[in-house]
């Protein structure tokens, strides 16, 4: 079923739904700066010459399909700048693309990424755990592909769930190499003859680390090589829109078949972990002004060598200072800056608590 959703000064979008098609004429067709986030597993143009085989003589099922297949160098250039320049039309200002490829494609595309007016941010690695291995023995095997993820603009405020990614990695800063298994066993998806349903199908975790770190709920997730559908289910699951373009009807059936029998988590499962950064600011007088602290009341330094005075415009005094919570702070401690707010505590009932609490308390009301 396709989701109407109005999105400013342009017509509604087919939100949730598979476009049949080419991917720049389906591009073309959708309203300007609409989209939050791109992700684009294009054709990798691998330039096989025959067949490949194991060692037992066994032929390997490699990538040989007529869409991966373009004449020349000159030929894929000329198409990836073609779809890079529809697919920056249709992203909002601060909307950012992630395109995935191999060593046969990547750095083509990253120079166009560049020429097309994208500003990179990272490039990750990709590092199979289980890689297919090299059969003709005469080159390295090739264990990772690489993703580059670029904001429409230089400057442009794209999202980053710094904190949600931290937390997926147990709390250390989430690197640009990335270990994850490729898609096998019941993850890989077959066709009514019991084959791979599609050659590159990408594995869930992939993509659910890429959307957990750059999109919201609720945001609009363009791919326009949609395949088997892996974006959109991962999208689904995950509380976000998104719109397919395929234009090979056998991969359009498994993916519309996949989605169906995908399932959004609920509501509380789709909150990540947020940055201090991106919550609303309190400031310190909004406090005094709702009267959880009182004018004349006394704050405590966390490591109760200095106290202060709140003062009715927000400010503190101490013995020969006056300031905001951090300028106090800051001079008290002989510090260069300070956090006052994990720095200052006041007591209730004999007890000492982080004035941040109540900062907490004003932050939760609003998000209701």
Not at 21 to 39: K, T
Not at 45 to 70: E, I, M, T, Y
Not at 236 to 256: F, Q
Not at 274 to 288: C, D, H, I, M, Y
Request: contains cysteine; positive net charge; proline residues 5%.
């Amino acid at each position: 079923m396709t989701t109407k959703s109005k999105t400013k000064g342009v017509d509604a979008l087919p939100l949730n739904t598979i476009l049949a098609g080419d991917c720049i004429e389906m591009m073309n067709s959708l309203p300007a700066e609409s989209i939050d986030l791109i992700f684009a597993d294009p054709p990798y143009n691998l330039q096989l010459k025959g067949d490949l085989h194991r060692p037992d003589n066994s032929q390997v099922d490699a990538v040989d399909d007529a869409w991966d297949q373009f004449s020349s160098f000159a030929a894929y250039d000329k198409f990836t700048k073609d779809w890079l320049a529809a697919a920056r039309r249709l992203l909002k200002p601060d909307g950012a693309i992630w395109v995935i490829g191999s060593y046969h494609n990547i750095f083509r595309v990253g120079a166009a990424l560049q020429n097309a007016g994208f500003w990179i941010l990272n490039d990750v690695v990709w590092r199979k755990s289980n890689p297919m291995p090299n059969f003709r023995g005469k080159r390295l095997t090739n264990a990772h592909e690489t993703m580059i993820w670029a904001s429409k603009q230089e400057g442009g405020k794209y999202t980053f769930n710094y904190e949600a990614l931290k937390a997926l990695n147990e709390g250390i800063q989430m690197r640009s190499d990335w270990v994850l298994p490729i898609c096998t066993g019941h993850e890989r998806l077959k066709d009514d003859k019991g084959d791979k349903a599609h050659p590159t199908q990408k594995p869930e975790s992939l993509l659910h680390r890429v959307l957990v770190g750059s999109t919201n709920p609720g945001d609009v997730v363009l791919d326009p090589f949609f395949g088997t559908g892996t974006t959109g289910a991962v999208a689904k699951m995950l509380g976000r829109n998104y719109i397919g373009i395929e234009r090979e009807e056998a991969y359009r059936t498994v993916a519309e078949k996949r989605l169906k029998a995908t399932r959004k988590f609920d509501r509380e499962a789709l909150q990540v972990s947020v940055s201090k950064r991106a919550e609303p600011r309190v400031p310190f007088g909004q406090l005094v002004e709702r009267g959880m602290l009182r004018p004349g009341e006394e704050l405590y330094s966390m490591n109760k060598r200095h106290k202060a005075k709140v003062r009715a415009d927000g400010t503190l005094i101490g013995d020969d200072i006056k300031g905001s919570i951090h300028q106090v702070g800051a001079h008290l401690e002989g510090a260069p800056s300070c956090n006052g707010w994990t720095y200052w505590c006041f007591k209730r009932d004999g007890k000492t608590v982080p004035i941040d609490l109540l900062r907490q308390q004003i932050r939760a009301e609003m998000a209701n």
